[in-house]
C-alpha cells in the first residue's frame, strides 16, 4: 500500500475534501440547531476541533461569539481561507487558533463548549480523554453546558468487512472532476473501543491527472460520563442521537 498519512494532514486530500464531502449529506447539518441552543443568543461559545469552520460560521452567523480550535494546520487554513468570504460582522465574532483539545490554555471561559462531529474519538480514550474533559471544564464557566458528538460502540462494532476495490464514493467535483473514496482497510478491536480505517482518496481533474491520497482514521470509543465526572461535569439530559453513528452527549459543570 501507498504511504498512509493521518487523516486531516497537510497536504492530503480528507481536508481539501471535507466540506465537499459534508456538504453531500444533509443530515450533518442538523447538529448546528444543537449546539445554538447550549447557549443564550449572543453568547460566547468555544468549538474544539473547528476543522474548515463548518460550525464555527454557521454559529457566528446566527450572532454567537464562537472561538474555533483546531490541532491541524490544513483544516484551519480552510477556515481562514473562508473568513476573507463573509460578511464583516460574522467574520469579527469569530477567532480561530491553532491548538490540541487535550492541552488548550486559552486563560478565559465560555457560556458553552462544544467538540462536535466525533471529534473527540479520535484521541485515545484515556488519558487523552481525561486531559480533554479538564481542558473542557477549564474553559466553561459555572453552569454553562458542554457537548461531545461521539461515536456509537455498537455501530462500530457491526460496520461489515470491506471490499477494498469497490468505490464507497464516487463523485462529480465542482471543478469538473471526479472524487472516489475506498476503503482500503478497516480494523476493529473491541477491548480497546478502537476502530482503524485507512480511507484512499482519489481525484481526478479534467485533463484525467489522479491524485491518490491514502490516510488513516482511528475512532476510540468508551462511555464519556466518568471522564465527565472526574473534570466536574455532570450529565445534563439523555444522549441525544444525531446522525445514523452516533449522539450527542451533554454535561453541566457544577
Ligand atoms: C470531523 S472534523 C470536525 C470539523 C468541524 N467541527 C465540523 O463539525 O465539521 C474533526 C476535526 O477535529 C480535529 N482534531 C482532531 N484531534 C484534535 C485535537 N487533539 N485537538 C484539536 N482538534 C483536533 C481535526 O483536525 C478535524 O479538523
Request: hydrophobic share 45%; with cysteine.
Amino acid at each position: 500500500m501507498a504511504h498512509t498519512r493521518p487523516y486531516y494532514a497537510q497536504g492530503g486530500l480528507s481536508a481539501a475534501y471535507y466540506d465537499l464531502l459534508t456538504s453531500l449529506d444533509p443530515t450533518v447539518a442538523a447538529d448546528i440547531d444543537v449546539y445554538a441552543d447550549l447557549a443564550a443568543p449572543g453568547a460566547d461559545l468555544l468549538e474544539l476541533g473547528a476543522g474548515s469552520g463548518r460550525l464555527t460560521f454557521a454559529l457566528a452567523e446566527r450572532g454567537f461569539s464562537v472561538t474555533g480550535v483546531d490541532i491541524a494546520p490544513a483544516m484551519l487554513d480552510l477556515a481562514r481561507a473562508r473568513l476573507a468570504t463573509v460578511d464583516a460582522t460574522v467574520a469579527a465574532r469569530i477567532t480561530l487558533k491553532l491548538g490540541d483539545l487535550t492541552a488548550l490554555h486559552l486563560g478565559r471561559t465560555f457560556d458553552a463548549v462544544f467538540c462536535p462531529f466525533h471529534t473527540l474519538a479520535h484521541v485515545p480514550a484515556g488519558q487523552a480523554w481525561r486531559n480533554a474533559f479538564a481542558t473542557t471544564a477549564k474553559h466553561l464557566r459555572p453552569g454553562g453546558l458542554a457537548a461531545f458528538h461521539l461515536p456509537s460502540l455498537d455501530v462500530m462494532a457491526a460496520l461489515p468487512p470491506v471490499n477494498p476495490t469497490i468505490a464507497v464514493l464516487d463523485q462529480a467535483t465542482p471543478d469538473g472532476g471526479r472524487l472516489q473514496l475506498f476503503v482500503r482497510d478497516r480494523t476493529f478491536r473491541p477491548t480497546q473501543g478502537r476502530l482503524d480505517q485507512v480511507i484512499e482518496y482519489r481525484a481526478t481533474d479534467l485533463r484525467g491527472a489522479t491524485r491518490i491520497s491514502a490516510e488513516r482514521l482511528v475512532f476510540y470509543m468508551t462511555q464519556p460520563d466518568p471522564f465527565a465526572a472526574a473534570a466536574g461535569l455532570v450529565a445534563d439530559r439523555p444522549p441525544a442521537p444525531m446522525g445514523e453513528a452516533g449522539a450527542i452527549h451533554i454535561f453541566r459543570k457544577t
